[in-house]
């Protein structure tokens, strides 16, 4: 199945009090399928997955298959360093009507080739939906490399990868690709990858859509968009993006620590990005 071009890792909005905002996530969700999300990864990094309870986690990726437009993806974020405990958010994603599996590299325990073989084996079976890997050493601080990768396809299920290691950026036998980082969205998109999962969607969807419509305008509106993909990651995601949808006017909220909220340095950054792409 297609699971869309153009996926937004969807925030995860909260109320003064740090408690799950659900009518503001679901009024954020029918806004980004307005204005060019194919798709919605739930609860993943950007969702501040780590901080969610299990009740919370699976509370929202129902919202999410309940809510999302027709025609619209949900790709349950459900990884963990616990093979056990990914299996079992695997199976109940499956069950609450996820279009699709995001699983991430085990993170902190590094296992070996044989245990990453073996944990991804087993979460396929947790699930009769599309698994996408997610490669991204810069928070798990082990890689995925590309003999491995193409290991790893030859199991049932494991259809996709979400690359974000941009000095790895290629073709993987077997795998469809989506560019993990903004950044590598375009490079994706002319190397004949699926696409994207995305941050910088949340703001300007619509024209990363066009990327995808209109080809030969690509290296223009990426090269346009610099300047946002650059604030976004003026500090640790999803900080600045939450800073960003607030100060345009969508509810968000805050942060649940160990985040902290941007301070003025960091806003000024993301305000001038946000002048400079034309958002204000």
Known sequence: MSLGAVLTAIVT??????RVDE?????????????????FVVCGTTGE?????????????????????????????????????ACHMTERATELGADA????????????RRGLVRHFGEIAKATDKPVVLYNIPSRTSLGL????????????????VKQADNAALAPVD????????DDLFAPVLDMGGCGGILV?????????????????????????????????GTT????????????????????????????????AVIRSALAEVGLR
């Open 174 to 181: 077997g795998l469809g690709v989506y560019a993990g980082n």
């Open 23 to 39: 009518s503001a996530f679901t009024t954020l969700l029918h806004h980004l399928a307005d204005h060019g999300s194919d798709g």
């Open 145 to 160: 490399p590309h003999d491995l990768l193409a290991e790893l396809a030859q199991i049932e299920r494991v259809d996709y």
């Open 101 to 112: 599996i995001l699983s991430v590299t085990p993170y902190y325990n590094k296992p070996n």
């Open 13 to 18: 909005p909260f109320d003064e009090d740090l």
């Open 200 to 232: 910088a969607s949340h703001l300007v969807g619509d024209r990363m859509r066009r990327m995808v419509d209109e080809p030969e305008r690509r290296a223009e509106i990426d090269a346009e968009l610099k300047p946002l993909y650059a604030a976004l």
């Open 236 to 267: 640790t995601n999803p900080i600045p993006v939450k800073a960003a949808l607030n100060l345009l006017g969508h509810r968000v909220g805050g942060l649940r620590l160990p985040l902290v909220e941007a301070d003025e340095s960091e806003l």
């Open 49 to 85: 997955a780590p901080t969610l309870t299990d009740a919370e986690h699976l509370r929202l990726i129902e919202l999410a298959c309940a809510e999302r437009p027709a025609g619209k993806t949900v790709i349950a974020s459900t990884g963990s360093n616990d093979t056990a405990h």
